[in-house]
């Protein structure tokens, strides 16, 4: 009889649970937030803006690749939709072999249905943030940026006329 109490008090308290602290002893702070009528914060709401401009048929912005050292406008262009991260792709880099059961992500390549640890993001692809980052302007040209240092490496399938000045440019 001892021993079950002995070890009904030792799982109850393996199952407690303890306020993570730092070293100097602070311990974890939440605090409680305001949100609108549909339970969205204000951070929330700017994501759902930017997603929602992002993907608005016929939207076009303006890309300026700006000189960290002089401050010159080194080359303009417009974006029909978006700029999207090189890294970005429509299926996912990794999948687990044939079709999996569970709770997993599904994904279909070749006919075949994968499972996959990978989700799609709020714009709908996987991946993360690549090397360099594509568009189209709103001329439907096709940009590679490169962005490095002081030096930057751009392809696109029009030439650019490119000036190092401070200009304002208006759209064509």
Request: hydrophobic fraction near 30%; proline fraction near 2%; charged fraction near 20%.
């Amino acid at each position: 009889m001892l021993l079950a109490l002995v070890s009904v008090a030792l799982m109850s308290s393996s199952c407690e649970q303890t306020q993570q602290t730092s070293d100097s002893g602070a311990k974890k702070a939440t605090v409680k937030i305001k949100t609108d009528a549909e339970g969205h914060t204000v951070e929330q709401k700017n994501i759902m803006q930017r997603l929602q401009r992002d993907n608005a048929v016929g939207e076009v912005k303006h890309l300026y690749v700006i000189s960290s050292y002089s401050g010159d406008v080194l080359e303009y262009s417009t974006v029909k939709g978006k700029v999207t991260s090189g890294g970005k792709r429509l299926s996912p880099k990794l999948v687990n072999g044939g079709s999996g059961v569970g709770n997993a992500n599904y994904v279909t390549l070749n006919g075949i249905q994968y499972s996959t640890d990978e989700v799609l993001d709020d714009g709908g692809s996987y991946g993360e943030s690549g090397n360099y980052l594509f568009w189209f302007d709103s001329k439907d040209n096709y940009h590679q940026y490169y962005p490095s240092g002081g030096t930057y490496l751009h392809i696109s399938e029009t030439p650019l006329k490119i000036r190092k000045s401070n200009m304002t440019f208006t759209l064509e």
